[in-house]
């Protein structure tokens, strides 16, 4: 007959726990990448409140007359600053969305404890 092939050479298909552990890791991934993002929003949020802040400071003291050249570069310089803040904030914001959808698909995968 042929050859006769030890039971251990088989191996057996994957498992739920398989799933568990592989997209485990990613969840875990994840929720990391969600925290950098997070805190790095909050931070821009404080950063742009502070220059908006300076900003008006600085328009009203240009209206006073106090050094109104100075302070319109000041202005500008705050402007071309609070736009790149906006602009990091909104992409921010796409990709927490990114997050949020890879999550959802996750949760068609794995059981509502992982995802």
Same mark, same amino acid.
């Given at each position: 007959m042929g050859r006769?092939?030890?039971?251990?050479? #088989?191996?057996?298909?994957?498992?739920? &726990?398989?799933?568990?552990?592989r997209f485990g890791r990613l969840v875990r991934l994840?929720?990391?990448i969600r925290g950098e993002i997070t805190q790095e929003a909050a931070e821009l949020r404080q950063s742009g409140d502070k220059m908006t802040d300076c900003a008006a400071f600085s #328009?009203?003291?240009?209206?006073?007359? &106090?050094?109104?050249?100075?302070?319109s570069e000041r202005i500008d310089i705050l402007t071309r600053n609070l736009t790149s803040n906006r602009s990091r904030q909104a992409s921010l914001?796409?990709?927490?969305?990114?997050i949020d959808r890879t999550r959802a698909g996750l949760?068609?995968?794995?059981?509502s404890r992982w995802a």
């Open positions: 006769k092939m030890p039971l251990t050479s #088989f191996r057996l298909p994957p498992t739920e &726990d398989t799933d568990y552990r994840l929720e990391r #328009f009203e003291a240009m209206e006073n007359g &106090d050094n109104p050249e100075s302070m914001a796409v990709q927490m969305a990114f949760a068609r995968i794995l059981p």
